[in-house]
T-cell receptor, first 114, second 111 residues
């Protein structure tokens, strides 16, 4: 079974631009979660999508948004990029049953904002 | 507030020696606990997980972890470390669908 895939793997943007990251979950998984990883803040939860609906949300500004499609693929969008948005963005998928879930992570998208 | 603490930011261990990484959690209910490993520039790989039952959990790559409710701990162990175990290790708690991670422990393996 193929793992979680994320595209692109690397991205360079400038301040003020917007960016869209993509995540394809493991086949059969209906939940997709997004995390931001930085050296200073560690791994922080952004949001979770299940059946095309946002089910959980972390403490990030509205510039960070996401969506999920009917095939469970998910995209994350960051608008008006700031230097502090430079990070590794990780996507994780799980079955989504909500009970004793295990999250499986993709390789991440490394975003650099100049 | 719920939290996950990994007290050791950095650990250096000799190849062949044993390794123990500490994880303490603060959580109101019975937690679902996980250990993940991250190699440089990579995503997180699941090592093992605890949901319920036997408090000693076996994982991949020769790792095991023991859940101790009385100490609110879920420490990761490996009897004999290999050079390929050099990586960053994260303890995590499933908090109603939101995973909360510890700050991570960087493991360096010396010859």
């Amino acid at each position: 079974k193929a793992g979680v895939t994320q595209t692109p793997r690397y991205l360079i943007k400038t301040r003020g631009q917007q960016v869209t990251l993509s995540c394809s979950p493991i086949s059969g998984h209906r939940s997709v979660s997004w995390y931001q990883q930085t050296p200073g803040q560690g791994l922080q939860f952004l949001f979770e999508y299940f059946s095309e609906t946002q089910r959980n949300k972390g403490n990030f500004p509205g510039r960070f948004s996401g969506r999920q499609f009917s095939n469970s693929r998910s995209e994350m969008n960051v608008s008006t990029l700031e230097l502090g948005d430079s990070a590794l963005y990780l996507c994780a998928s799980s079955l989504g049953t909500g009970n004793q879930e295990t999250q499986y992570f993709g390789p991440g998208t490394r975003l650099l904002v100049l | 507030a719920q939290s996950v603490t990994q007290p050791d930011i950095h650990i250096t261990v000799s190849e062949g020696a044993s390794l123990e990484l500490r994880c303490n959690y603060s959580y109101g209910a019975t937690p679902y606990l996980f250990w993940y490993v991250q190699s440089p520039g990579q995503g997180l790989q699941l090592l093992l997980k605890y949901f319920s039952g036997d408090t000693l959990v076996q994982g991949i790559k020769g790792f095991e972890a023991e859940f101790k409710r009385s100490q609110s701990s879920f420490n990761l162990r490996k009897p004999s470390v290999h050079w390929s175990d050099a990586a960053e290790y994260f303890c995590a708690v499933d908090s109603w669908g939101k995973f909360q991670f510890g700050a991570g422990t960087q493991v360096v393996v010396t010859p």
